[in-house]
């Protein structure tokens, strides 16, 4: 297959790959002459397009023509236009429910003394400002030599960031609250903080933000106050290493996992293999009693109905016509366009509006009902596909998606990126040129989709992997020891 019709009442195809001009291609079941070369993700018309007429792409519109486009032209950005515009109204009008798919099985976890599991059992090493990111490196060091003499520890990682101090108002609280939900994170069977001393969110203050907590499983550490912060440190890293060491992989039901879906460097093929994939293994899960979180709020603009019809009630519907309608006013107090979007690298993968990476991105939340919508740096508390308020920046929601309890993220992509962060990043290519061609970064490809293996047999293979990942098994980002942050600013440094 050369090309593809998304839908029937599509006027656009996707080429499978790369095409030339003057070839004959049948997509849409019927044979198209190409007046253009088509790169591999891109778009076609299949039948003359007027000016002003929408471009139809998944059965819904991404854009609409800017030029008269006849069949078998490149359909792309410079002939379409976005119909993205201002704030929108909205009315609730639920479809039917479908039934999700289930299935039986378990992973082996770690069962913390508040109830919550974790699928890694590392010590973190929280700063609360950036003032001692070297102490905090250097300390990492020493945690992992501690770390070495357990085999029932995934080791030690120090959580850089550049704030905590010079920060007021929300931007304030926010880090707090991050960071607050970082050291609560079950995968973290013990915890180092560390302060500086002077700064904003110093120890006392964080104790605010941070509530009731385990002593034995938090440890403190101000640096100002001891002579010397590298043997200190020492010290209680012993002490926490030796209380994570009492934890151990116990089975745990599949009910206990939270996934965070995400994509990033998306591609033409993103809406049709990867984020599909990632929705039919989110429909699994949540059917077995599991939990999905999806976010990029911005990359649910022009595709949000789908999602609001799909509101468990009328309350959850209102929270999410607020989600994307406050961070469209976001852009807009700076001055910004809304449909800014997407990247250069998607544009060059295929990808030409923002409603058509955002019909592509949304599929990561499958078929399943909305129960929830979390504000940022909010965790976890229902059941079921959660939509998160966090930007579509690949290190910014990535970040939120582990911050509010997701033990394991999968990541679509299709251009590819070798980022990670604290917790386990499972990298799914849209495309299998992409998994040949960066092997150290991709955990799954996806792009076999494209050579008719069922869609209901890559998402048990992807189950299981995510279930023998859940159980201890690495992924390439951890391989690579990559566990990256970074929290959203939106407000005054002094």
């Not at 700063?127 to 995934?154: H, M, Q, S, W």
């Not at 992989?249 to 809406?271: F, H, M, N, V, Y």
């Amino acid at each position: 297959m050369q090309a593809l019709q998304i839908n029937k009442i599509d006027n656009a195809a996707v080429a499978l790959e790369d095409l030339s001009a003057g070839s004959t291609v049948r997509a849409g079941g019927r044979e198209i002459i190409l007046h253009d070369d088509i790169h591999f993700g891109h778009k076609f018309a299949l039948k003359d397009i007027a000016k002003n007429e929408n471009i139809i792409k998944y059965g819904f519109p991404i854009g609409h023509a800017s030029e008269n486009i006849s069949a078998g032209f490149h359909i792309h950005t410079h002939n379409v236009q976005t119909n993205l515009g201002e704030i929108l109204t909205y009315q609730y009008m639920p479809g039917i429910r479908s039934e999700l798919p289930s299935t039986q099985g378990s992973f082996m976890g770690f069962k913390r003394n508040d109830g919550s599991v974790g699928i890694r059992n590392q010590v973190f090493i929280v700063p609360t400002v950036n003032c001692v990111t070297g102490t905090i490196r250097f300390l990492e060091k020493i945690g992992r030599k501690l770390c070495a003499d357990y085999t029932n520890i995934d080791g030690c990682i120090a959580v850089s960031h550049p704030y905590g101090c010079s920060q007021i108002g929300d931007d304030y609280l926010r880090t707090q609250r991050i960071l607050a939900d970082i050291v609560n994170h079950p995968n973290a069977g013990a915890v180092l903080v560390v302060g500086l001393g002077c700064e904003n969110n110093n120890i006392a203050e964080f104790k605010k933000a941070l509530g009731k907590y385990d002593e034995k499983r938090i440890r403190f550490l101000i640096t100002q106050e001891v002579q010397d912060e590298n043997a200190e440190g020492e010290n209680l890293l012993r002490q926490l290493v030796k209380y994570a060491a009492e934890f151990e992989r116990t089975e745990c039901p599949l009910s206990a996992l939270k996934i965070g879906l995400k994509c990033g460097g998306s591609d033409g093929l993103s809406g049709i293999t990867a984020n599909p994939l990632i929705g039919a293994l989110s429909d699994l899960l949540i059917g077995s009693g599991g939990t999905a979180l999806l976010t990029e709020v911005p990359e649910m603009f022009g595709a949000e109905t789908l999602l609001m019809n799909r509101a468990e009630t009328k309350e959850v519907f209102d929270d999410i016509v607020d989600l994307v309608n406050n961070f469209k006013n976001y852009f807009k107090r700076y001055g910004q366009i809304i449909s800014d979007n997407p990247s250069p690298g998607n544009k060059a993968g295929g990808i030409t509006t923002l409603e058509d990476k955002s019909l592509g991105c949304v599929q990561k939340g499958g078929r399943a009902a909305v129960t929830a919508v979390l504000d940022y740096a909010d965790t976890i508390k229902n059941k079921g596909l959660q939509l998160l308020d966090a930007p579509g920046n690949d290190s910014v929601s990535t970040t939120a998606l582990a911050a509010a309890g997701c033990q394991l993220i999968l990541f679509s992509t299709g251009r590819g990126t070798p980022w990670g962060t604290i917790v386990p990043v499972l990298k799914i290519s849209t495309n299998s040129r992409l998994a040949r061609h960066k092997v150290n970064w991709i955990d799954f490809d996806a792009g076999k989709l494209l050579q008719d293996i069922p869609m209901e047999t890559m998402r048990d293979s992807l189950f299981k992997q995510i279930l023998q990942i859940a159980s201890g098994e690495t992924t390439k980002s951890e391989d690579m020891d990559f566990h990256e942050i970074a929290i959203m600013k939106d407000g005054v440094t002094e």
